[in-house]
């Protein structure tokens, strides 16, 4: 039920860690895809066996808060493709520190771009693209922090928590139409930028961005079509 077999998913963010993941997963599962990431040439190193024939595309140097470029990008792999099925969205950033009347409206303004701009405007690109056939796949990535702000977080929790309400609003605007929309909430992932970010932290708590990737491409495929709506709690021990 979790075979995606020629079905063609969007990833953004596909050179991240967790964008990696979904990539090998989805691959794994007999996926065609097209991987959208900012970085210019990093896609064709991480994937060079995806990066030859006409099975699978890599649309590098696309920054994913560009309507316009985003637009394109889809239409490239639509074109080369054949259609679109599934989209996921790992695009995100991380910062925190701060109380809210003490950090910088910076911060605010990247942290909504990164984490929520990047999902509607993907989401925008797509949904058409859906409607026209009658089915489509949208999967988010939210947080757990989504749900509840701790001190110092304010701003990555609300960016979060608007994927969460987004994904919502998709799901009831989407649900008539034969396309689902849901989010997954990873708790901290294991990455190696965390390790070194938190160098004592108790790792075996994290969650490994292979077991998100799981959660995803169970949300992607025909073992969830009853699912929508949903933010998925994915993390670990933690």
């Known amino acids: 039920m979790m075979d995606v077999t020629d079905k063609?998913?969007?990833?953004?963010?596909?050179?991240?860690?967790?964008?990696?993941?979904?990539?090998?997963?989805?691959?794994?599962?007999?996926?065609?895809?097209?991987?959208?990431d900012r970085a210019e040439d990093r896609l064709a190193e991480l994937f060079p066996e995806l990066a030859e024939g006409d099975r699978h595309h890599l649309a590098g140097g696309v920054d994913a808060t560009d309507a316009v470029a985003f637009a394109a990008a889809v239409a490239e792999a639509q074109d080369r493709l054949g259609g679109i099925d599934i989209l996921v969205n790992t695009v995100g950033g991380f910062r925190g520190g701060p109380k809210v009347h003490e950090g910088d409206l910076?911060?605010?303004?990247?942290?909504?771009?990164?984490?929520?701009?990047?999902v509607v405007v993907a989401c925008r690109a797509l949904v058409p693209v859906f409607l026209e056939q009658g089915h489509g796949r949208i999967v988010n990535t939210a947080a757990g922090a989504g749900l509840s702000a701790p001190a110092g977080l304010a701003a990555y929790s609300a960016s979060k928590a608007g994927v969460i309400r987004l994904t919502e609003g998709l799901a009831q605007?989407?649900?008539?139409?034969?396309?689902?929309?849901?989010?997954?909430?990873?708790?901290t992932i294991d990455t190696p930028q965390n390790r070194e970010a938190m160098p004592n932290a108790d790792v075996t708590k994290w969650v490994a961005p292979e077991a998100i990737a799981d959660a995803i491409l169970f949300l992607a495929s025909d073992a969830a079509r009853a699912v929508t709506g949903a933010a998925l709690p994915v993390t670990g021990r933690g």
């Open 173 to 187: 605007e989407l649900k008539a139409h034969g396309i689902t929309a849901n989010c997954v909430l990873p708790g």
């Open 106 to 118: 910076e911060t605010w303004d990247f942290l909504y771009a990164i984490n929520l701009k990047t």
């Open 8 to 36: 063609v998913a969007l990833v953004t963010g596909a050179s991240g860690n967790l964008g990696g993941a979904v990539v090998r997963r989805f691959s794994e599962a007999g996926a065609r895809l097209a991987l959208v």
